[in-house]
T-cell receptor, first 111, second 113 residues
Framework: NAGVTQTPKFRILKIGQSMTLQCTQD?????MYWYRQDPGMGLKLIYY???????DKGEVPNGYNVSRSTTEDFPLRLELAAPSQTSVYFC??????????FGPGTRLLVL | GENVEQHPSTLSVQEGDSAVIKCTYS??????FPWYKQELGKRPQLIID?????GEKKDQRIAVTLNKTAKHFSLHITETQPEDSAVYFC????????????FGSGTRLQVQP
């Protein structure tokens, strides 16, 4: 099993550009999450999903969108990138209890 | 919603000493309390967790204690080694339906050889 994979590993965006961060898991987990981690800080929940077709907002959803068309994939869309979205983005999945397995992260720099 | 506070923010110990990191949470309905270790540039990795029906759990040099009445839980690392140096995060589940976690702000542990 590859676990949770994320692409790209690193990306530089200009202000106002858009992009999609990809996340895929092969553990057949129902629950998937997107977190952001600012330098020296903890993880903040952006969006989460409890199954295909079901998504909901976390603590910091503004400026982001998600979709969950399959169990495996949970992409995160950034529209109109802003410098405040410079962060490391982690995707995670969980099988039914709160235990979460994290992907390797995507480092995003918005200039 | 759930709020998790973590102390200290930085902790420096000598190799072989013990380290203790403490967290408090606000939601008395929380039932699951994991601890994650994050090395520089890497993803968070689960190292130990505890559920509300247990007061203490141990795994080799790592232990976690939970006091539900006081709403706090702690991570104890004994016989620290340089490879224990990392950032440690506590977390608490927001509510059982969401299966989501609220994280503390992290503790940077430095083990001096």
């Amino acid at each position: 099993n590859a676990g949770v994979t994320q692409t790209p590993k690193f990306r530089i965006l200009k202000i106002g550009q858009s992009m999609t961060l990809q996340c895929t898991q092969d553990m057949n987990h129902n629950y998937m999450y997107w977190y952001r981690q600012d330098p020296g800080m903890g993880l903040k929940l952006i969006y989460y999903s409890v199954g295909a077709g079901i998504t909901d907002k976390g603590e910091v959803p503004n400026g982001y969108n998600v979709s969950r068309s399959t169990t495996e994939d949970f992409p995160l869309r950034l529209e109109l990138a802003a410098p405040s979205q410079t962060s490391v983005y982690f995707c995670a999945s969980g099988g039914g209890v709160a235990t979460q397995y994290f992907g390797p992260g995507t480092r995003l720099l918005v200039l | 919603g759930e709020n998790v506070e973590q102390h200290p923010s930085t902790l420096s110990v000598q190799e072989g000493d013990s380290a203790v990191i403490k967290c408090t949470y606000s939601d008395s309905a929380s039932n699951y309390f994991p601890w994650y270790k994050q090395e520089l540039g890497k993803r968070p990795q689960l190292i130990i967790d505890i559920r509300s029906n247990v007061g203490e759990k141990k795994d080799q040099r790592i232990a976690v204690t939970l006091n539900k009445t006081a709403k706090h839980f702690s991570l104890h690392i004994t016989e620290t080694q340089p490879e224990d140096s990392a950032v440690y995060f506590c977390a608490a589940d927001m509510d059982t339906g969401r299966r989501a976690l609220t994280f503390g702000s992290g503790t940077r542990l430095q083990v001096q050889p």
